[in-house]
């Protein structure tokens, strides 16, 4: 038996709207607002917890250290970690924005896993994204692999890519695994943007690489013939889409997407009927754009949902943002899809809107990981969501983290210390470990 696990990103205490990732337009249009840091991080556990309590593996990964500081240090600057922030905030600001992003609360972009069906060693892959595109998701990869190596000591957990151009890696946002059954093999679809050796094309940047998205199947030990790459349409890259997992989802046998989504759907499905061929029958459910605009797709994120399937049900069920039951057209969408026979049979809202504003729904805050029963059983306890776990990080959170953050408050080094102080509690709570964050180290 296998079942697939969702490991929640846990919302960092420095949660704010910075505005940094070109080619998102929520975290465009909200840069510079008042987060509510507590709000945000209640609602991500809140969800989770909903999951764990619908019948579904639920597990969280911990925020990362922000401030980053091992980065100033690296660039020059020198002394207590106290003056290393006032440091950077007078000399470097706009370093210092970067080094102080939560973006870590987006586990869809931590890594590419791949079950141990689907690999010819039999093993759990998962690979950190290096996130080279943006600077302040490139500081990610390394203690994302400590986290991962912390929840899955059983698995093969690699090394990140390159940090370079050619093998930009976003993680399991451009990725779709299709099955019958979760223990049996299925089929791993890929999805790129660019390819990697190409002259750079005008408008928002094209994050994944078609050479990465190869380079992580081979590591994987991937069977080719179970393998497909699909390359993500530009009209939706400048639309907004920054990641496949804007207009695209998929669960068991089902792909959910918007009609734009790809450069050549009807080669896409040729491609996973293929793939799929004496596995199962591949189901494609597509959006119509006169039905639902892409705008409208980017502004409610209608696909940015987590599509699931609930012990008690044989159909799919979309865990969706509010923002897609205010957005009329989706929400039409939505109940006209649920009246059929077709795999989806319920849509459910979450408000996550703590998230949302910074650019990412209930499918970035979470990393989808398939494991067999044996497999779930070897995961670090303390990293497995249930009743206890909610209420102990929900106090933990009300306790450490402030109830509001503006851009006026981020040079303020009593933030930097409340962080460091949640976090090294955190370390507790979920047994991680001494060391686990860079501030717990000794660099005199």
């Given amino acids: 038996m296998a079942h697939e696990a969702n490991f929640d990103g846990l919302i960092g205490p420095t949660h704010n709207y910075g505005g ?15 987060s509510r840091p507590r709000e945000a991080v209640i609602q991500g556990l809140d969800k989770a917890l909903s999951m764990h309590s619908a019948g579904l593996w639920q597990g969280v ?10 980065y100033l240090r690296q660039f020059g600057f020198s002394g207590t970690d106290r003056e290393l922030y006032e440091q950077g905030w007078k000399q470097v600001p706009g370093l210092m924005k970067n080094l102080i992003s939560a973006s870590s609360m987006w586990a869809a972009n931590a890594a590419t896993v791949s079950p141990s069906p689907d690999c010819e060693d039999g093993r759990l892959h998962l690979t950190p994204a290096n996130l080279s595109t943006m600077l302040h998701r490139s500081l990610e990869h390394e203690q994302t ?24 890696d976003e993680g399991a946002a451009n990725h779709v695994r299709l099955c019958a059954n979760r223990e049996e093999q299925g089929v791993e679809l890929f999805v790129y943007g660019r390819d990697g050796f190409a002259a750079p094309t005008s408008g928002f940047p094209a994050r994944q690489t078609k050479e990465a998205a190869e380079a992580i199947a081979r590591a994987h030990n991937l069977r080719p013939g179970h393998t497909v ?54 189901v494609f459910v597509e959006v119509p754009e006169k039905s ?7 502004k ?37 899809l649920v009246c059929g026979n077709g795999p989806i049979g319920e849509v459910r809202y979450v408000d996550v809107r703590q998230s949302m504003r910074n650019g990412g729904g209930p499918a970035c805050l979470r990393l989808r990981v398939t494991m067999l029963q044996k497999e779930w059983a070897q995961v670090k306890p303390t990293m497995k969501m249930d009743g206890a776990l909610h209420a102990s990080l929900k ?50």
């Fill in 292 to 298: 639902v605009p892409i705008d409208d797709v980017i």
């Fill in 20 to 34: 940094l990732s070109d080619g998102n337009i929520a975290s465009a249009s909200n840069s510079g607002l008042t």
């Fill in 395 to 444: 106090h933990w959170a009300e306790k450490h983290y402030r109830e509001t953050l503006s851009p006026s408050d981020l040079p303020d080094p009593n933030l930097m210390d409340e962080s460091f102080t949640a976090l090294d509690e955190l370390t507790q709570i979920l047994d991680l470990g001494t060391g686990f964050y860079p501030f717990q180290r000794d660099f005199s």
């Fill in 229 to 282: 790459f699909a390359r993500q349409s530009r009209a939706v890259i400048d639309a907004g889409a920054f990641h496949n997992d804007v207009v695209c989802v998929g669960a068991k046998e089902t792909l959910f997407y918007h009609e734009l989504a790809f450069e050549d759907t009807r080669t896409l499905q040729d491609d996973i009927r293929q793939a799929a061929s004496g596995l199962f029958e591949p």
């Fill in 145 to 168: 692999g400590r986290a991962l190596g912390s929840a899955f000591p059983f698995a093969k957990v690699h090394h990140a890519l390159p940090g370079q151009s050619v093998f930009s």
């Fill in 61 to 70: 990964l911990p925020p990362q250290q922000r401030p980053y500081l091992p």
């Fill in 300 to 336: 409610s994120y209608l696909f940015n949902s987590m599509l699931v399937q609930f012990p008690d049900s044989d159909r799919l069920v979309l865990i969706a943002p509010t923002e897609t039951r205010d957005m009329p057209s989706t929400r039409d969408y939505c109940e006209m």
